[in-house]
């Protein structure tokens, strides 16, 4: 059983950066995946970046490569994704997700369908 509990989000300006984190409470294993998505009020979840545990491939959207890092600290069992230029349209509830025998990419590509733990999520709320 594992636990997934994320924080750093908050009310942005447009423009500003942030930095969320995922601390995973239990263990993790090198083929695991881990990743972030998020969800607005009135759409569907959105898949926004994976990483590998084991050797950190990462695997992102197309839609916020560029804006979004994510990496992973293996020694703290922490996730983290690094939001710059942030936008209105990116206010969502951000949710880390843990998925067992699993690359970044094939986490990505099934859009989390699979994952086995996910986190309670944290809001990040974006003004003008």
């Known amino acids: 059983q594992v636990q997934l509990v994320e924080s750093g989000g908050g009310t942005v300006q447009a423009g500003d950066s942030l930095r969320l984190s995922c601390e995973v409470s239990g263990r993790l294993f090198l083929s695991d995946a881990m990743g972030w998505f998020r969800q607005a009020p009135g759409k569907e979840r959105e898949f926004l970046a994976a990483?590998?545990?084991?050797?950190?491939?990462?695997y992102y959207a197309d839609s916020v490569k560029g804006r979004f890092t994510i990496a992973r600290d293996n020694a703290k069992n922490t996730v983290y994704l690094q939001i710059s230029g942030l936008k209105p349209e990116d206010t969502a509830v951000y949710s880390c997700?843990?998925?067992?025998?699993?690359?970044?990419?094939?986490?990505?590509?099934?859009?989390?369908?699979?994952?086995?733990?996910w986190g309670k999520g944290t809001q990040v709320t974006v003004s003008s």
């Open positions: 990483v590998n545990w084991g050797d950190a491939r990462t």
């Open positions: 997700a843990a998925q067992w025998g699993t690359t970044s990419q094939t986490m990505g590509l099934t859009r989390g369908n699979g994952a086995n733990y």
